[in-house]
């Protein structure tokens, strides 16, 4: 995969975000709502709902397709929307409640039968296991044992959340066998498929029992083709069935002040999410699928003042501006050692994301698709909830203070490259390496890639390290040693080591030697042969 052009931003938008961006800016943190919502689960009076299950449809190989049609394949241009890993028909939401706004749909057997699945399902942290238990507490159900459940979210006048959830159960399990748990488990708003039999829970005269009913009895009590907002309906159609988790939903309802979704731990996500898909948004849907790669697909219909292309252009731009500005927040934080080097890590990992996003449109909604390998899913969910959990935790971000102001504080530089510290790890980046030592010692390293590129260097380049209790500057030494493309230097001071660092009024520089010899620049005097 090649990387997506960067397009040019209107400068309105390049102003610092608030520090939520860390999670709103990465996609992802959509599956921050969708936690919140399955946690929640079993609130709400009785919904109403009846699915069919959908067979799994094949998965495609990984090359690119135009947003308005899955076949028509053509020869990667780099710039071309990815094609989608899965191709089976829209979310089946016949017999939902009318005038739903959210709509949730996973498929956990699925998801937990893939390597990834376990890692996933940690990445999402403490709400992770909340909604969990919240699901297996109302169907009396495992989540593995679970092909897919939807549910459905609105709210009433008078009445508040009005929750459906609908559970199809894997097809090797016996309606037999489920009743007796069913009954001590099952919520009123909840209806489990097995085979081709429906359960559900109803109230007669103060006494509650267990309904053992077919999908055609329940049908008739409802009607077949739900009533959604427009926005919604039109979105739907561009959902896909197969995909392992989905959430659909209307900013507007969302974001509107009638009630209080984005409450709690949730919180810091609300200016997040609305600052990332603005205001010309009428429906939204994030999709996630991890089969040989990790899949991410944000579709977006736009309001009737704006349209696809304009849309798809706007987010893309603002995904572009995502690894600099989760950056800028990231090194802001008082990071716990528990979650320093993860956190550390994100702004690379955001910035992948950017890299391998493309973007598109048809005549209904802008796309955006992204491919990374498998495990980068867990890790980028990972990475935002600890970047979420430290904002709050441990006092957010330092105030009145700001990195670089701290950093140039006079001798502070040179000071805290001294301190000791410790770095090991088999496999990194030069400049996830670099960020952790960043963090380590506080001190802003800033990489200069445009003298990289002049002299051949890449940032990517692989290696492992392994310093316990030794100087700051004495590990940055070896980080750039390591990062070296010339392997034939015999240290810091030979001719061939191209990589260095100055110091700066307030931040440390990587660099190469040609770049500061040109610039006359001062080495530090590791560097400088030996008198």
């Avoid at 102003?15 to 936690?35: C, E, H, P, Q, T």
């Avoid at 909840?190 to 009913?213: H, N, Q």
């Avoid at 950056?327 to 716990?336: C, I, K, P, W």
């Avoid at 890639?449 to 209790?469: C, K, M, S, Y």
Wanted: overall charge negative; charged content about 25%.
């Amino acid at each position: 995969m090649e990387e997506v052009p960067r397009k040019p931003v209107d400068s309105r938008r390049r102003k610092r975000r608030s520090d939520l961006l860390i999670v709103g800016g990465v996609l992802v943190v959509l599956a921050g709502a969708l936690v919140y919502a399955a946690r929640d689960v079993i609130t709400g009076p009785q919904g109403a709902a009846v699915i069919v299950a959908k067979p799994q449809a094949a998965i495609g190989p990984v090359s690119v397709q135009t947003a308005a049609a899955d076949s028509d394949l053509i020869d990667d241009d780099g710039k071309t929307v990815w094609t989608s890993p899965t191709h089976g028909p829209p979310l089946d939401l016949t017999y939902i409640q009318p005038d739903t706004e959210i709509i949730l749909a996973l498929r956990p057997a699925e998801m937990l039968a893939h390597p990834e699945g376990e890692k996933v399902l940690a990445a999402f942290g403490p709400l992770g296991q909340v909604a969990v238990a919240a699901v297996e507490r109302t169907t009396g159900m495992q989540l593995r044992d679970i092909e897919q459940l939807v549910v459905g979210w609105q709210m009433q006048r008078d009445v508040g959340w009005v929750t459906t959830q609908i559970v199809q159960l894997r097809s090797d399990i016996a309606p037999s066998e489920l009743r007796a748990c069913l009954k001590h488990h099952l919520s009123y708003s909840t209806y489990v498929f097995a085979g081709d039999r429906v359960y559900f829970m109803k109230e007669s005269r103060g006494l509650t029992g267990l309904i053992d009913t077919t999908p055609d009895v329940l049908a008739e009590l409802f009607p077949p083709e739900p009533l959604f907002p427009r926005d919604i309906g039109r979105l739907v159609r561009h959902t896909d069935s197969a995909r392992q988790m989905t959430i659909v939903f209307r900013p507007q309802f969302v974001f509107g002040d009638q009630h209080e979704l984005f409450a709690g731990a949730m919180a810091p996500l609300r200016s997040a999410i609305e600052e990332f898909l603005g205001n010309d948004i009428g429906a939204a849907s994030l999709s996630m699928h991890w089969d040989e790669k990790f899949f991410i697909e944000l579709v977006a219909v736009p309001t009737l003042d704006s349209s696809p292309e304009r849309t798809s252009d706007e987010l893309a731009g603002r995904v572009n501006e995502l690894p600099d500005l989760v950056e800028s927040v990231v090194l802001g934080l008082d990071v716990s050692s528990y979650g320093r080097r993860v956190v550390a890590r994100f702004p690379e990992m955001v910035r992948k994301l950017a890299a391998y996003t493309r973007h598109g449109f048809d005549k209904n909604c802008a796309v955006l698709r992204c491919y990374l390998p498998a495990v980068a899913g867990h890790n980028l969910l990972m990475g935002a909830e600890l970047a979420l959990a430290e904002s709050q935790g441990r006092g957010g971000v330092r105030a009145g203070v700001s990195p670089r102001a701290e950093a140039s504080s006079p001798g502070s530089i040179m000071e805290r490259l001294q301190k000791k510290t410790s770095l090991r790890f088999a496999r990194e980046e030069l400049e996830a390496a670099l960020d952790m030592l960043a963090q380590d010692v506080g001190v802003e390293i800033l990489i200069r890639g445009q003298d990289l590129q002049l002299d051949g260097i890449t940032r990517n380049q692989l290696f492992a390290i392994d310093l316990a209790d030794a100087p700051a500057a004495e590990i940055l030494v070896e980080i750039l040693r390591r990062a070296n493309p010339d392997k034939l230097a015999a240290g810091p001071a030979d001719p061939r080591q191209k990589l260095v660092y100055v110091v700066g009024p307030e931040a440390i520089f990587i660099t190469t030697r040609a770049k500061v010899a040109e610039r006359g620049e001062r080495l530090p005097d590791v560097f400088l042969p030996t008198p």
